[in-house]
């Protein structure tokens, strides 16, 4: 896969709202490094398995819709919303910016931009 190839992220977002987290972790380098929210970085693709799971088993569900994408050299930019189901069945929509550097055809760093302060409370 090529960076362009993965220009609108669909296959990785896919991954995540089916809370797979081996097939999250298919799209990054063996020392990738991820960061979600405001939450320290975790590197390396075990690592970032695991996080990744206890995040998924913390919520019922989540839908990802992309509104746009900026793609340079080896940087993709994508901007949308994510709906959250919580466990207790209520809905939570957020906006999002994902920030991906490649090294080849996959991700070496990702980070994600986003406000879950309410995710957790009702």
């Known amino acids: 896969m090529s960076e362009a190839e993965f220009a609108d992220a669909s ?8 809370k797979d987290a081996a097939g999250f972790a298919a799209y990054l ?3 990738a490094s991820f960061r979600f929210a405001n939450a320290p970085a ?4 075990e ?9 998924f088993e913390s919520i019922a569900a989540s839908q990802h ?12 930019v994508v901007e949308g919303e994510v709906t ?6 209520s809905k939570l929509t957020v906006p999002f910016a994902d ?14 931009y ?9």
Do not use: P, W
Request: proline share 0%.
């Open 99 to 112: 920030v991906f550097e490649f090294n080849g055809s996959l991700i070496c760093d990702y980070k994600i």
């Open 47 to 55: 690592a970032i398995i695991e996080a990744v799971s206890n995040f």
């Open 11 to 18: 296959g990785l977002f896919e991954a995540i709202d089916n």
């Open 114 to 122: 986003i406000d879950i302060g309410q995710l957790y409370t009702e």
């Open 65 to 76: 819709h992309v509104a746009k994408s900026i793609m340079t050299s080896s940087t993709l």
């Open 29 to 31: 380098t063996d020392d």
């Open 42 to 45: 975790v590197k390396g693709r």
């Open 84 to 89: 959250y189901t919580r466990i207790s069945g």
